[in-house]
């Protein structure tokens, strides 16, 4: 055999398996002989296939990161709104709103003035930042409602990336 009738040979074994293959899946579909009487494997889960387990939903919710038991920083986000963007840090237990956490954050790059810090129930945003890139430092101490407050200093690095687009009137 030449080279062309050997790589005519390889595609065509190719097609010829993947045909197989598809068909014989159809076939289980349609008939799930391996199916019978398992859950998860009626003709509504999607698969013939108990063992491969049932497809989670588009819309179904997926899992995140653990809420830590202690007091912590849990998550972050960007809050893009408004026209004057915020970085948010979402901790694990409830802030005191009554409390001033200023005096607890600070923000890197210097912003040369104050930050303008917001709480509300677990997360504590803040603002005046612009679209520049920042790390916000929440200083040991940073008291919960509960009374718990953090043991270690925690930094959070915020990239906002490119500005989003904003419509005025």
């Known amino acids: 055999m030449d080279r062309r009738q050997l790589i005519a040979a390889a595609v065509a074994a ?10 014989t899946m159809r076939l289980v579909d349609v008939y799930h002989p391996f199916g019978h009487g398992v859950a998860g494997a009626g003709p509504d889960s999607g698969t013939a296939w108990p063992w491969f387990g049932k497809p989670r939903s588009a819309f179904a919710p997926r899992a995140g990161l653990p809420k ?14 408004t026209v004057n963007p915020s ?7 409830a802030l005191d709103p009554g409390k001033t ?13 104050t ?29 919960a409602r509960n009374g ?9 690095d ?12």
């Open 101 to 113: 956490y200023a005096d607890f954050v600070l923000v890197s790059p210097d912003l040369g003035h």
């Open 148 to 156: 718990e407050a953090l043991t270690a200093n925690a930094d959070v």
């Open 68 to 81: 830590p038991a202690n007091f912590a920083v849990w998550r972050q986000r960007i809050d893009t709104s």
């Open 87 to 93: 970085a948010c840090v979402q901790m694990s237990k």
């Open 115 to 143: 930050p303008a810090v917001t709480v509300k129930n677990d997360e504590l945003c803040v603002a005046g930042l612009g679209l520049a890139d920042h790390r916000v430092t929440l200083l040991k101490g940073l008291p």
């Open 158 to 169: 915020f990239t906002f990336g490119e500005k989003p687009p904003y419509v005025r009137e």
């Open 14 to 23: 190719g097609v010829l398996c993947f045909g197989v293959g598809a068909l």
